[in-house]
């Protein structure tokens, strides 16, 4: 698993240069760092669970990418991935996560206190606040090597954990193969519903084996507290209501997110986590807080500004459209988050899009009065 | 199920999880640790409830918990084998075969589930006790030549997998290389009607390739689920090519679905020649390899060893692109098809339609008939559906054959 070829006995036999990937072709951060001797050096290692370099290249190789789009190509299948293959890893980090040294320390802060402001976005422009990340729990592989019995596991642990919430995070659990056509009507409605993925880059990857096999949505009854167990993630933990009250929404994320832990902990189990990589995900793009913290915002103006792209840039924000990665955006309503996962913290990283938007918001009105916004502009974050 | 699990999670708390693993196995650096833990066995079984495809028909829970220890000898499992079956419930209509063999040991060392997977899939052959005729002599063939009025083409195609490298599934890159490496190493002895040259998918020019689109011969990344769980179009498009003869009536496609796939064919209605040029072809490519110390997997339990079971045998299907439109229509049909054991696709191939009455025509066997064998029922079966027709055309009427034996 996941793949027919990952232990296959033969490949020892040919020279790496006879199993070495055409990369020729290729735009992604595992192309870019992957050189022969690389590849010589790591092709017969594996991690405790067995996980091999052509498991975790595989989805790069078969993906060569896109001129302008650069994914990262490789992926982890269980947490020592990113341990055994530290000579490829750590580069690929580093130029994922803006220069992010292996000797680098990463900081946790879920205290929503710490957070300043967030509160008072203005709802005219500010349609939904919205705040994600993943956890994985150890000991366990991750979603492109883990076997049936693991993520079955997985989902038991965590319906467990989710059924002891409380108070307005008390909620239910739906798992994908038993739910019936209303659940699956009214979680579409909702926009909580996340379907086998279609993606090549995660399908090459093995993370959609055995669907739908122990993949589940649980949320609270208020429906502002979201998990998917057993997506691209152990679990996806997702918090998030209509309006710009990221305060709000953060804290609920902080605090359920912490509940959540403990009731883990409890039973034996804690979250992949170390002082370099922060929280440990399937996608080395997600490592440190794993953290997205985004609005749904209308900015026709400021978006039609030829400074828009350098803006963001300098406030380490993204944009996207409303329908998540790689969608447009539809009458200029734009989902505006943090571009950073990795060396800034949770509340650092909450603070920077609180702080953006409220720019942003400010220089749309400016726009919309005719006035310049020239003494607005930001200083590189 | 995962309850018996996390009791055996919680209580090993303080020990790793791999050293669960050490208590049950014999020293593997398999990665499905958690399959060999017996009491977790079950917790491991796949959910085939929703399914319908023969290895969810087959697979047992026993059979389940005394193969999923087990690897062939270049380390492929019984997991492996069955994903494309779990990841695609399949088709109330449609029953697929839901597995395939990642080397020629995977036919030996998960029989238990393959034996009766192919008994259900080849019409009763029971790979335990009954043997496969091989027959290559083109020279057998009787009235071959059908009436190009109705038949527009005719093709024949099968596969041959090189002994000794990994089938499509498990190979790694190295191995894919080198089946592309010795066929076409040998393809290039060929000469005579069937000199010919060999494009490679990673270096073909725009030219070439459409020049092999409007001759119908490109092959693409395939996207049907079935393969891509199978794993088979990993690292696309590397050591994937297709060579053909000058003439265009011999094809060979290296690393698609199988090592290699064989294909005769040409306009018209002239069966026994195509099928003479596919045995020529074959041996001759067959002697090549062997020249280099080669040769193909077969035994004769199995015939030709290929990549998904339902191509055992001769993995052969044999076929015409003829038009019936008049007796396409008749409701007997089908039943008449079954008779002759044929089977209708559209000129797309399979799980194409029909278009404008042409029909495709092909034997429905593979396994437990011989090559001539087949080729022969398709010429007595398409000769017989031109002939009701002829005579639906001038208003008679026609009848339904007499099912023919199985296995003969």
Not at chain 2, 59 to 70: E, H, M, N, Q, R
Not at chain 2, 101 to 116: C, K, Q, R, T
């Amino acid at each position: 698993m996941p793949f027919g070829n990952t232990h296959n006995k033969f490949k020892m036999s040919y020279a790496a240069e006879q199993e070495f990937p055409d990369l020729s072709q290729h735009n992604n951060h595992m192309a870019k760092i992957l050189t022969p001797d690389m590849y010589a050096q790591l092709r017969d290692k594996e991690t405790p669970s067995g996980f091999t370099l052509d498991d975790a290249i595989q989805t790069g190789v078969d993906n060569p990418g896109h001129p302008f789009i650069m994914t990262v190509g490789c992926v982890a299948g269980d947490e020592e991935t990113y341990d055994v293959f530290k000579d490829l890893m750590d580069p690929v980090i580093e130029d994922r996560h803006g220069g992010y040294k292996p000797s680098d320390k990463h900081k946790t802060d879920l205290n929503a206190e710490n957070l300043q402001g967030g509160d008072d976005l203005d709802p005219n422009y500010v349609l939904s606040s919205r705040v994600r990340t993943g956890r994985s729990i150890r000991g366990f592989c991750l979603p492109p090597h883990c076997s049936r019995g693991e993520r079955r596991a997985i989902e038991q642990l965590s319906i467990e954990a989710l059924d002891s919430l409380e108070g307005d995070l008390k909620g239910k659990y739906y798992a994908l193969k038993n739910m019936t056509e209303e659940e699956q009507q009214q979680l579409i409605d909702d926009h909580f519903l996340f379907d086998k993925p279609v993606s090549p880059l995660l399908l090459a990857s093995g993370m959609a084996r055995d669907w739908p096999d122990a993949r589940g949505i649980w949320h609270n009854d208020n429906k502002t507290f979201l998990v998917w167990v057993n997506e691209e993630d152990h679990l996806r933990v997702i918090s998030m209501q209509k309006g710009g009250n990221m305060r709000e929404v953060f804290t609920r994320f902080c605090t359920g997110l912490t509940k959540i832990e403990d009731l883990f902990k409890n039973r034996g189990h804690e979250f992949m986590w170390n002082e370099h990589l922060g929280y440990v995900l399937t996608c080395p793009s997600n490592l440190g807080t794993g953290l997205r913290a985004g609005v749904h915002v209308k900015l026709p103006n400021v978006s039609k500004h030829e400074k828009f792209g350098e803006i963001l840039k300098r406030l380490r924000l993204q944009k996207r459209g409303t329908g998540g990665v790689d969608t447009a955006a539809v009458g200029g309503v734009f989902d505006i988050s943090n571009a950073d996962r990795l060396g800034f913290s949770e509340v650092e990283l909450v603070q920077m899009v609180v702080d953006g938007v409220s720019l942003l918001v400010n220089m749309e009105k400016r726009l919309e009065a005719g006035e310049a916004i020239g003494d607005l502009m930001p200083e590189q974050k | 199920m995962a309850s018996s699990f996390t009791r055996i999670l919680s209580s090993k708390r303080n020990v790793g999880i791999l050293s669960i693993v050490g208590l049950f196995t014999t020293g593997y650096t398999v990665s499905q640790s958690f399959c060999m833990v017996s009491r977790a066995q079950h917790a491991e079984y796949p959910d085939l409830r929703k399914h319908n495809n023969c290895m969810a028909s087959n697979l047992t829970p026993a059979i389940y918990a005394k193969l999923c220890d087990k690897a062939t000898p270049n380390g492929y499992t019984l997991d492996q084998a069955i994903q494309t079956g779990v990841d695609n419930p399949g088709h109330p209509f449609i029953k697929t075969v839901g597995l395939v063999a990642g080397d020629e040991e995977s036919y030996e060392v998960f029989a238990d589930l393959l034996d009766p997977v192919i008994k259900e899939r080849h019409n009763g052959y029971d790979p335990q006790v009954m043997k496969h005729p091989t027959d290559l002599n083109a020279t057998k063939i009787q009235s071959g030549v059908f009436d190009e009025r109705y038949v527009l083409s005719s093709r024949v195609r099968t596969g041959r997998s090189i002994r000794g490298l990994s089938l499509p599934p498990a190979c790694t890159r190295a191995e894919r290389r080198e089946v592309e490496r010795v066929v076409v190493d040998a393809l290039s002895g060929l000469k005579g009607d069937l000199t010919g040259k060999y494009y490679s998918l990673t270096l073909m020019t725009e030219q070439e390739q459409q020049q092999l689109i409007d001759d119908h011969f490109l092959f693409d990344k395939p996207v049907s689920p079935l393969l891509t769980c199978a794993g088979m179009a990993r690292d696309w498009p590397d050591a994937r090519g297709i060579w053909h003869n000058n003439e265009k009536t011999f094809l060979i496609w290296i690393n698609e679905e199988d090592h290699t796939r064989v294909i005769s064919m040409e306009k018209g209605g002239n069966m026994k020649r195509v099928f003479e040029r596919f045995c020529r072809g074959l041996k001759e490519v067959e002697r090549l390899i062997q020249e280099r110390g080669w040769e193909f997997m077969w035994n004769e339990r199995l015939g030709y060893i290929l990549t998904c079971p339902s191509n055992l045998g001769t993995g052969l299907r044999a076929g015409v692109h003829v038009k019936l439109p008049r007796l396409s229509k008749d409701p007997r049909f089908s039943k008449i098809l079954d008779s002759l054991r044929l089977q209708k696709r559209g000129t797309g191939g399979v799980d194409t339609a029909a278009v404008g009455g042409v029909f495709d025509i092909s034997n429905l066997d593979r396994l437990g008939q011989s090559e001539v064998q087949l080729v022969q029922t398709v010429i007595d079966g398409v000769n017989y559906l031109i002939e009701c027709e002829k005579r639906l055309e001038k208003g008679q009427d026609i009848k339904v054959p007499a099912p023919l034996k199985q296995f003969k």
